[in-house]
Nanobody
Framework: VQLQASGGGLVQAGGSLRLSCAAA????????AGWFRQAPGKEREYVAY????????YYSDSAKGRFTIGRDNAKNTVWLQMNNLQPEDTAVYYC????????????????WGRGTQVTVSS
């Protein structure tokens, strides 16, 4: 499986963005997926997780209530809807996939896409 994230950009505080991740490969529906982010000078941080069938979703405390993760296995796509964005959400966002991930740990995911930059101005 290969992943390509898109949808990043510049937005004002309080605004919204929707990130998309397109997966290439016939077995993407067998993979759990998620999103991580990395701000300048900081470690990669877990954001959200979704199970292979979309039946289970989990969020970091910072994402809970503002972000929503979803997927469409028929279209090999995962998305992250981000609302009420704040300057501290500024980071490069990465989509990830694995059949058996350790969800909150970067090392727990074997497939990473190229990141997409999200910048939130105050």
């Amino acid at each position: 499986v290969q992943l390509q994230a898109s949808g990043g950009g510049l937005v004002q505080a309080g605004g919204s963005l929707r990130l998309s991740c397109a997966a290439a490969g016939p077995t993407f529906s067998e993979y759990a997926a998620g999103w991580f982010r990395q701000a300048p000078g900081k470690e990669r941080e877990y954001v959200a997780y979704i199970s292979w069938d979309g039946g289970s979703t989990y969020y970091s405390d910072s994402a809970k209530g503002r972000f929503t993760i979803g997927r469409d296995n028929a279209k090999n796509t995962v998305w992250l809807q981000m609302n009420n964005l704040q300057p501290e959400d500024t980071a490069v966002y990465y989509c990830v996939a694995d059949k058996t991930p350790a969800p909150t740990k970067p090392a727990g995911w074997r497939v990473w896409g190229r990141g997409t930059q999200v910048t939130v101005s105050s």
